[in-house]
């Protein structure tokens, strides 16, 4: 019914129109041409100046009414440290290109009433004028050298680059339709290198280069960004098919991100995004329900979040490379990097396509050396001498024999330096074997076994007394000697504390 009713008002209105152009028609012949051509071209010129009011107003009105949804002004002030530099660049040629559309407008409907056509008016022919020309030659380049210095001052103060004395965070964006993959450096702050020669779809689709020390602890970011607040970000930018854009509207930087040619650029935030929902929280409209059919989501404002978006038309699914980004306290992102695995640790260590297959790290020594002295502390404060056992995780032998494998040196290492920090304390080291072979055998492995590991511990200064050493070959298995995974539970050496 109401389609039907259109139709039929527009019916109406063009049956209106046809007749006044009749009407029109026929006071023309009544009065003559040209005087209705003098009063049409009098309405009109009248009816350009109201619409010159009306237009202007309007125009200015909405920008007063938009302010607050528009970057830079209202609640959306950046929220990084060059944000301002950019906010005022933008707001010089607002206020100049709108200065300049006031008065062309003005001009430009004013003339259409002041020479409308007149019987007697003529038309006057300017061929040269040199003082015009001065002024529409001098004030254009003066005005626009002005928004172009302070352009070029804005950039230079936005895009140098950092050197290896500056602290900074590194974090990269790779492109590709319709997502991101996102590098963050971990603990040593340091991206690792890439070569596009190592690139597989299936376990490494950056091509980074594992042999790389710095590219033990990268991190593939899964979910949201996470940055720290009041720290320089260097964001390194690159693509694997077409030309996109890697955008952050809140912070003010931008930049493409180009297939085979690495970009870049850098920002420091400066509001966490609580803060800023904090800022918003002040504004009415953002206090209105986020969905009005999930009121437990609260308001607009609790439900912001700082975003990366694509800022380049990639394709079909460009909406979906849309990423969160937060913007957190020092503790908080310390809490959150603590949280995280590294890449290689969690999907490269220990297969085939690892470089450092059969080596120890260094971070894995560390957390080893961490490891035991924890059990160590904990067998020490214990009172019940079931706790007093350590098991020694990382001793190893050289298949059917007692000699030591080179990867031992770095728990015996570790547990040479703790007897030292304990002077008191003497202990016995045991060794024990699975059941496969001969009973005496195995008993005389595991007396081997612990007397090599005690002979090593010696050899490090330790004073003999406080160590002594025995095999309990088969007789104490802690796991099933039907199983793999039980005999190789039971090939153990442990460290006892005898007294402290």
């Not at 309990?472 to 006892?496: H, K, V």
Request: some cysteine.
């Amino acid at each position: 019914m109401t389609g039907l009713i259109a139709f039929l008002i527009i019916g109406l209105l063009a049956v209106i129109v046809v007749q006044i152009g009749k009407v029109s028609d026929l006071a023309a012949k009544i009065r003559g041409e040209e005087e209705v051509a003098q009063q049409s071209n009098d309405r009109t010129a009248v009816w350009l100046v109201g619409f010159m009011v009306i237009f202007l107003i309007l125009g200015t009105g909405s920008m007063y009414y938009f302010k607050d949804v528009m970057l830079g002004y209202g609640p959306h002030s950046s929220a990084s440290e060059h944000g301002s530099l950019i906010d005022g660049l933008f707001h010089s040629t607002l206020v100049v290109t709108f200065i300049v559309f006031f008065i062309t407008h003005i001009l430009l409907f004013w003339y259409s009433y002041k020479y409308r056509s007149r019987e007697g008016n003529k038309a006057q022919f300017i061929s040269h004028n040199n003082t015009i020309e001065l002024v529409w030659t001098v004030i254009p380049a003066i005005v626009l050298t002005f928004l172009v210095v302070k352009g070029l001052v804005a950039w230079n103060n936005i895009m140098p680059d950092l050197g290896p004395e500056d602290e900074y965070l590194e974090i990269e964006a790779t492109g590709y339709q319709f997502a991101w993959e996102l590098r963050h450096p971990g603990y040593d702050g340091k991206l690792g290198t890439k070569d596009f020669r190592l690139i597989n779809p299936g376990s490494n689709s950056l091509g980074i280069d594992w042999s790389d020390d710095k590219s033990i602890d990268d991190i593939i970011i899964q979910n949201e960004i996470v940055l720290p607040v009041d720290t320089t970000v260097r964001v390194r930018i690159t693509s694997k098919d077409v030309l996109h854009n890697f955008y952050l509207p809140h912070f003010r930087v931008k930049m493409d991100a180009i297939p085979g040619l690495p970009t870049y650029f850098i920002f420091k935030p400066t509001t966490t995004t609580e803060e800023y929902r904090q800022k918003l929280r002040d504004y009415p409209e953002w206090n209105e329900p986020y969905d009005e059919s999930d009121p437990d989501l609260g308001p607009r404002w609790k439900n912001f979040n700082y975003e990366l978006a694509c800022a380049e038309l990639c394709g079909k699914g460009h909406y979906s490379m849309r990423r969160i980004l937060k913007i957190v306290s020092r503790e908080e992102y310390n809490d959150w990097l603590a949280g995280q695995e590294s890449t290689y640790m969690t999907t490269v260590r220990g297969k085939d396509s690892d470089p450092r297959k059969g080596q120890l790290l260094d971070i894995e020594i560390k957390e080893r050396a961490k490891e035991l002295k924890s059990d160590f502390q904990n067998a020490l404060s214990s009172e019940s001498k079931d706790d007093k056992t350590i098991l020694l995780k990382h001793v190893f032998y050289n298949t059917g024999s007692a000699a030591l494998s080179d990867l031992s040196k770095y728990e015996l290492d570790n547990l040479t330096g703790i007897l030292k920090a304990n002077p008191t304390v003497k202990v016995e080291l045991a060794g024990h074997t699975d059941s496969q072979g001969d009973e005496s055998s195995n008993l005389e492995l595991s007396k081997n076994r612990a007397q090599n590991v005690m002979n090593y511990v010696l050899d490090k200064g330790l004073d003999a007394s406080r160590l002594i050493y025995t095999g309990y070959g088969e007789t104490l298995p802690i796991g099933d000697n039907g199983t793999d995974a039980g005999r190789e539970q039971n090939r153990r050496t442990e460290l006892r504390i005898v007294s402290q």
